[in-house]
């Protein structure tokens, strides 16, 4: 069982930047898939990016410019967010993928306000 605890969540003003990450525990895969999701209420979960044990990033259309995923190891993913808009305010899960199963963190909250 993969444990993934995230932190970084806040209230940030439009425009300001925050930063996530998420350490995940439990799992001796060196080879996996970690990223993020988002989502606010009576809304579908949404893919924000995503990053494999190489590097390779993969953003979503919301994501792309303004957002950077990185990684320093197979088990710790950040989430650099810049430029925030309201329309980011969600709760932001993150995820890890490996060997066919998925695991989520219970989520931290985005809020972009002034």
């Known amino acids: 069982q993969v444990q993934l605890v995230e932190s970084g969540g806040g209230l940030v003003q439009p425009g300001g930047s925050l930063s996530l990450s998420c350490e995940a525990s439990?799992?001796?895969?060196?080879?996996?898939?970690m990223g993020w999701y988002r989502q606010t209420p009576g809304k579908e979960r949404e893919l924000v990016a995503s990053?494999?044990?190489?590097?390779?990033p993969i953003y979503s259309d919301v994501a792309k410019g303004r957002f950077t995923i990185s990684r320093d190891n197979a088990h710790t993913v950040y989430l650099q967010m810049t430029s925030l808009e309201p329309e980011d305010t969600a709760v932001y899960y993150c995820?890890?993928?490996?060997?066919?199963?998925?695991?989520r963190g219970k989520g931290t909250q985005v809020t972009v306000s002034s």
């Open positions: 995820f890890h993928y490996s060997g066919g199963n998925e695991y």
């Open positions: 439990g799992s001796s895969d060196m080879i996996n898939v």
């Open positions: 990053i494999t044990t190489g590097g390779r």
